[in-house]
């Protein structure tokens, strides 16, 4: 079983930068691909950014592509998200969510292909 916290979010100025990070605990969590995903009231949730487990590869949304950085540091079981340029479409409830299948090499972009949820942080640009 895994574990996910979120963490940094927060009201930000359009134009702003925040970091989101997501602490994972059980006993493989650096073993799993990482995604975040966000939604607001009026919308599903929708994909933001994942990176394999490994760290090699990393995949975005084409909307925030440029401007979101997802990291990982499986030392600290932790994973990034870097927001540069924050924009009020970007104004959601971020979640981190742990792959399916753990020590696969892959970017899973659906919610299906995820098993673990966090509780989810808020973001709030102003414009």
């Known amino acids: 079983q895994v574990q996910l916290v979120e963490s940094g979010g927060g009201l930000v100025q359009a134009g702003g930068s925040l970091r989101l990070s997501c602490a994972a605990s059980?006993?493989?969590?650096?073993?799993?691909?990482m995604g975040w995903f966000r939604q607001t009231p009026d919308k599903e949730r929708e994909f933001v950014a994942v990176?394999?487990?490994?760290?090699?590869?990393?995949y975005y949304a084409d909307s925030v592509k440029g401007r979101f950085t997802i990291s990982r540091d499986n030392a600290k079981n932790t994973v990034y998200l870097q927001m540069n340029s924050l924009k009020p479409e970007d104004t959601a409830v971020y979640y981190c969510?742990?792959?399916?299948?753990?020590?696969?090499?892959?970017?899973?972009?659906?919610?299906?292909?995820?098993?673990?949820w966090g509780q989810g942080t808020q973001v709030t640009v102003s414009s």
């Open positions: 969510a742990a792959a399916q299948t753990p020590y696969r090499e892959y970017t899973p972009r659906t919610q299906p292909e995820y098993a673990h």
């Open positions: 059980g006993r493989t969590a650096s073993s799993y691909a």
């Open positions: 990176i394999s487990w490994s760290g090699s590869t990393t």
